[in-house]
């Protein structure tokens, strides 16, 4: 299988970075890649974070539509992973799956995002030398694609977990499906969490000072990031991990502002992963745990795992 990513820029610096021969028209492309015989391109859409989210979602779905459509009938990609805002402005990509003129197959590519979001926030507790019992979690964003997996799965292993989100009855939805000591609010309340997980569509930071009791630990999975630079700056006893990255392997660099080298975002692999096994089928919507739980086995298997945490791309210092 021929896999593509279809994301977009982070913001207006981003395209200051990329050849202007990957430009054509309103769609960014790389050259061919070729990882370890798996073929694939990564695509973007020519407008940024901030651009998606002012601009009517029936625009952006067009751009999303002619996009997939060129990835398939130009490119013969067989399946595309949607990044990003092109998540959420597709309804976890269910709607992209119902539009008859694109034929492929599509992934949000969450599944292993959410799984090494999981395996990123135990990796910490051990590090620091904390016992996630004895510890208060916070989530923002619980109700998400990739924060409702991470709400099941870490819930139950923590002292208390607060569930964060915008809208209320999504919240009471996500009541029941989750196991453990938890409770579940629409203000941003992490003041007293010891550790914080960020999965959000928000265009801008969302945490600042205010928000983060000494030493707290966040991992910020959102893109762009809701912690901010500045505020690891501000704040040096605050420990940020960035959050769906995995390691990959340094032959095969991916053409992505902001990747460091050696790494590569999680919902990525996923897909490749997904092209490398010839898997015909859909990952949309709600993550299956038992799927999730098969990313993983494949990450093993591949190579493209969780081995070191980082902070905006640097090695973690304890």
């Not at 292993?112 to 395996?119: G, R």
């Not at 990255?245 to 660099?253: I, R």
């Not at 089928?281 to 298997?301: P, V």
């Amino acid at each position: 299988m021929r896999f593509a990513t279809l994301s977009h820029l982070m913001n207006e610096k981003n395209l200051e970075q990329i050849p202007k021969a990957w430009i054509k028209n309103q769609l960014i492309i790389s050259p061919p890649l070729n990882i370890n015989g798996t073929k694939g391109y990564v695509i973007a859409l020519k407008l940024t974070a901030q651009q998606i989210m002012n601009l009517p979602s029936e625009d952006i779905r067009q751009r999303i539509f002619e996009g997939a459509l060129y990835a398939q009938n130009e490119l013969d990609i067989d399946i595309i992973q949607l990044g990003a805002l092109t998540t959420s402005v597709t309804s976890g990509g269910i709607w992209l799956s119902e539009q008859e003129d694109y034929t492929g197959f599509l992934t949000h590519g969450d599944s292993y995002t959410a799984a090494v979001t999981s395996q990123a926030v135990i990796k910490a507790t051990e590090i620091f030398e904390k016992q996630a019992l004895k510890l208060n979690l916070a989530i923002v964003g619980a109700y998400g694609i990739i924060g409702e997996a991470v709400s099941k799965i870490l819930t139950p292993k923590f002292n208390h977990t607060k569930l964060i989100g915008r809208r209320e009855e999504k919240l009471i939805e996500l009541e029941t499906k989750i196991k453990g000591n938890y409770t579940t609010t629409t203000d941003l309340e992490t003041k007293k969490a010891d550790v914080i997980i960020t999965a959000t569509s928000h265009p801008k930071a969302l945490l600042q000072s205010k928000h983060l009791k000494k030493d707290a630990i966040i991992i910020d999975v959102s893109q762009p990031p809701n912690a901010s630079y500045e505020l690891c700056k501000k704040r040096p006893d605050i420990i940020r991990i960035d959050g769906g990255f995995v390691d990959f392997p340094s032959e095969y660099p991916m053409p992505i502002p902001g990747v460091p080298p050696g790494k590569n975002y999680a919902c990525i692999a996923e897909v490749i992963m997904q092209a490398m096994e010839n898997e015909n089928k859909n990952h949309l919507g709600s993550i299956d745990i038992n799927y999730l739980q098969k990313t993983e086995q494949l990450g093993e298997k591949y190579g493209f795992k969780l081995n070191e945490l980082t902070n905006f791309g640097n090695p973690l210092n304890k």
